[in-house]
C-alpha cells in the first residue's frame, strides 16, 4: 500500500469538498462534531500536534499522523497544509485504514530488520 492511495484518495475528498484544509477551520470542525477524522502532517510544529490531539480526544474525533505538509497540501490542490479535517464518514473510514495499513508495514519492516 503506497502513500500515494492516501493522497489520491485526499484529493477526491477535496473535489467532493468534504475536506476542510488549515489548522483553524479544522479545530472549528471538530468543535462543531462536522470533521469525522483529522490528518496532521509528519512535520506540523509540537504546539499544533498538542492542540489537535487535545481538541480531537476531547471531541471524540480520530486523528492520524501522515505525510509532510507539502504531500498533504499538493493532494488537496495547495502549497502546503499541515492539518486537514474530513467531513465525511466513509472517505473517514477508507482513509484510516489506508493510513493504518501503511503504518502496519512500516512496524513489520522494523521488526523484520532487527
Known sequence: MTKEKVLQLLGLATRARMTISGEEMSVSEVRKGKAKLVILSEDASDNTSKKLHDKCKSNGVEIRVFGSRYELGHAIGKEERVVIAVTDS????????????????????????T
Not at 466513509?90 to 530488520?113: C, P, V, Y
Open 90 to 113: 466513509g472517505f473517514a473510514k477508507k482513509l484510516i485504514s489506508l493510513i493504518e495499513e501503511i503504518n502496519r508495514g512500516r512496524a513489520d519492516d522494523q521488526n523484520s530488520s
